[in-house]
């Protein structure tokens, strides 16, 4: 079983519904880090949560620590949100504070 | 502009040969990564230096080989002992490393072995 799980893996939608993409994870964690990767491959980071709520424009992300789960929620959403969204977990101390990724979730947004 | 630059963003080599992958950066961060993306799965862990001429090897570390002489600059070489090296390699850098640095990320380099 992966430490890191994501889900949907694959999420069609259309323009202006509200979308929600899961993260579950089965490891300690010091934060959690959601990113968006673009077709042509950049990663650009979106959020980092330890704790709570953060939004961010048109996107929130929310973790539930005791349940080792996170939800990045995207309102309005648009054909340029169409990207691959991935969850990653920061280890502790022990692990060097390292990353665990998930394989993330790709997301198209129609017109 | 600050960030990370990578290069090339295509490279094609023959079975056998090493390849160099290089990466620099003008954020003045401590610490740089080195990740590798293949089709469905996770980025998994390369190499990753917290200061120059210090580096240690991350997950999947067999087959590459890194330097840190400068801060700025971290490069991949892949050798011929990487069994499978064809994917796509991200390099990253961060402030520190710490528990809420934050990772940014270069474009990436798509490597093809023929």
């Known amino acids: 079983k992966n430490e890191v799980e994501q889900s949907p893996q694959n999420l069609t939608a259309q323009e202006g519904e509200f979308i929600t993409i899961n993260c579950s994870y089965s490891v300690g964690i010091s934060a959690l880090h959601w990113l968006q990767q673009h077709p042509g491959g950049g990663i650009v980071s979106l959020f980092m949560l330890s704790s709570g709520k953060k939004k961010h424009g048109r996107l929130i992300a929310t973790i539930n620590i005791q349940e080792k789960h996170s939800s990045l929620h995207i309102t309005a959403s648009h054909p340029r949100d169409s990207a691959v969204y991935i969850c990653?977990?920061?280890?502790?101390?022990?692990?060097?504070?390292?990353?665990?990724w998930g394989a993330g979730t790709k997301l198209i947004i129609k017109p | 502009d600050g960030g990370i630059t990578q290069s090339p963003k295509y490279l094609f080599r023959k079975e056998g040969q090493n390849v160099t992958l290089s990466c620099e950066q003008n954020l003045n961060h401590d610490a740089m990564y080195w990740y590798r993306q293949d089709p469905g799965q996770g980025l998994r862990l390369i190499y990753y230096s917290q200061i120059v001429n210090d580096f240690q090897k991350g997950d999947i570390a067999e087959g590459y080989s890194v330097s840190r002489e400068k801060k700025e600059s971290f490069p991949l070489t892949v050798t011929s002992a990487q069994k499978n090296p064809t994917a796509f390699y991200l390099c990253?850098?961060?402030?520190?490393?710490?528990?809420?640095?934050?990772?940014?990320f270069g474009p990436g380099t798509r490597l093809t072995v023929l």
């Open positions: 990253a850098s961060s402030i520190a490393g710490g528990a809420f640095d934050t990772q940014y």
């Open positions: 990653a977990v920061k280890g502790g101390w022990d692990s060097n504070y390292q990353l665990i």
